[in-house]
């Protein structure tokens, strides 16, 4: 169960990592200073910059070690918005945009490893999985 486990906590890391450069890579040469001052068009590298650094600290975390749910969650829900988002970004030309941008197909392949591995990361980081809930007995505290 150690092995499975540290398995998908590699794939969990590499996958946000990985994601988080894809959308960097993408966003960064469409920033300017002269989108803080005039009316912006496309509103994505805005929202890309903040979620690879999101990706980018789930991962770190995930790699020192953390167990928690809540960080599996947050890192495979961040995973799963960006997924969702580029269908609902590009309505019905979704698959032609994809076909034509190969950072985007890469990111959406990327994004569903990771969130599949962020789900089993939940299932091992379970409370009760490793006896946690074992010490936290109420009627220790009175003894």
């Not at 803080?36 to 910059?49: G, I, Q």
């Not at 903040?50 to 995973?79: D, E, H, M």
């Not at 994809?98 to 950072?103: D, R």
Request: overall charge neutral; hydrophobic content about 55%.
């Amino acid at each position: 169960m150690e092995r499975a486990e540290r398995a998908v906590r590699i794939i969990a890391v590499q996958a946000a990592l990985l994601t988080a450069a894809l959308h960097l890579l993408w966003a960064v040469p469409r920033l300017s200073p002269a989108m803080f001052t005039e009316s912006v068009a496309d509103s994505r590298p805005f929202l890309f910059v903040p979620a690879a650094v999101l990706l980018i600290a789930v991962g770190v975390a995930v790699f020192r070690g953390y167990r928690y749910r809540r960080l599996s969650t947050l890192g495979g829900g961040t995973l799963a918005t960006l997924l969702v988002g580029y269908p609902l970004y590009h309505g019905e030309s979704a698959a032609n945009a994809l076909a034509s941008e190969p950072l985007a197909l890469a990111a959406v392949v990327v994004e569903a490893v990771g969130i599949v591995a962020f789900a089993g990361l939940y299932y091992f980081h379970h409370p009760d999985r490793l006896g946690l809930a074992a010490g936290t007995n109420k009627n220790a505290d009175n003894d």
